[in-house]
């Protein structure tokens, strides 16, 4: 089953920053942090992923923290395409082990 | 940006059928995955599979469940006789390595009557 715990859901504000927070205080030392999302209707799409250090790309940014036990999803300005079940998945095998994930919703 | 592609979108079939759900994956992807959605519930692990076999698989995918790569560019899932507990969203994707990013498709509505 999934290793990692998130809030159930999140709301937030249109053009604001959102900061999804996930713990995963069993990740060892070779498990990469996963960050997936599903929109409504749709399959789930990678977002961001990290091993140790903090990531940035287009769509996100990941925040790692030094012990590694929990990390934190960072939507730099949401908009309402954002709106989706965010999922936080710690990967020691080829599989992904999905959670409930957090339902983020952006309100206008 | 590459895509995944999977067909049909829906399908409705009897129980006790056989359905084959079909995938493309992304064309330099090594690596090839299936998971199924029921509706309402968590996206579950169903079967990874590189170098023409199964790599790993959930205790989801038992007897009933097979896969195959007839070519160099599909992918299928085969469910040989489906229960109304198959109906669910099935989705397959596929990566570069087995730690790299999975690329997912639209996925494959299965309802089974």
């Known amino acids: 089953d999934a290793k990692t715990t998130q809030p159930n859901s999140m709301e937030s504000n249109e053009e604001e920053p959102v900061h999804l927070p996930c713990n995963h205080s069993?990740?060892?030392?070779?498990?990469?942090i996963h960050w997936y999302r599903q929109l409504p209707s749709q399959g789930p799409e990678y977002v961001i992923h990290g091993l140790t250090s903090n990531v940035n790309n287009r769509m996100a940014s990941l925040a790692i923290a030094e012990d590694r036990k929990s990390s934190t999803l960072i939507l730099h300005r949401a908009t309402l395409r954002d709106a989706a079940v965010y999922y936080c998945?710690?990967?020691?095998?080829?599989?992904?082990?999905f959670g409930q994930g957090t339902r983020l919703t952006i309100n206008p | 940006e590459p895509e995944v592609t999977q067909t049909p979108s829906h399908q409705v079939t009897q129980m006790g059928q056989e359905v084959i759900l079909r995938c493309v994956p992304i064309s330099n992807h090594l690596y090839f995955y299936w998971y199924r959605q029921i509706l309402g519930q968590k996206v579950e692990f169903l079967v990874s599979?590189?170098?023409?076999?199964?790599?790993?698989k959930s205790e989801i995918f038992d007897d009933q469940f097979s896969v195959e790569r007839p070519d160099g560019s599909n992918f299928t899932l085969k469910i040989r006789s489906t229960k109304l507990e198959d109906s669910a969203m099935y989705f397959c994707?596929?990566?570069?390595?087995?730690?790299?990013?999975?690329?997912f498709g639209p996925g494959t509505r299965l309802t089974v009557t």
């Open positions: 994707a596929s990566s570069e390595a087995w730690e790299a990013k999975q690329y």
């Open positions: 599979f590189y170098n023409n076999e199964i790599s790993e």
């Open positions: 069993t990740i060892s030392g070779t498990d990469y």
């Open positions: 998945i710690t990967q020691g095998a080829q599989k992904l082990v």
